[in-house]
């Protein structure tokens, strides 16, 4: 199964493009991730860390 696949990529010009521009797409998100979580306000922070603990909105939803 494997062989089959490895011959039929192989036949495909420009195959090896593709993974490098996946590769290039995960790196950028994660770099974009990273610098908006770095320029991020300590205040939104804060409020968004204190989610899982807000009894208001547990006691408002239903079920």
């Known amino acids: 199964m494997f062989k089959f696949i490895k011959q039929y990529a192989e036949s495909i ?32 922070l804060d409020e968004l860390s204190n989610i899982p603990f807000d009894k208001e909105e547990l006691s408002n939803s239903t079920l």
Request: net charge positive; charged share 15%.
């Open 13 to 44: 010009s420009n195959v090896q493009i593709y993974p490098m521009i996946s590769l290039l797409i995960f790196f950028l998100f994660f770099v974009i991730l990273l610098v908006l979580v770095k320029r991020m306000r300590k205040s939104k």
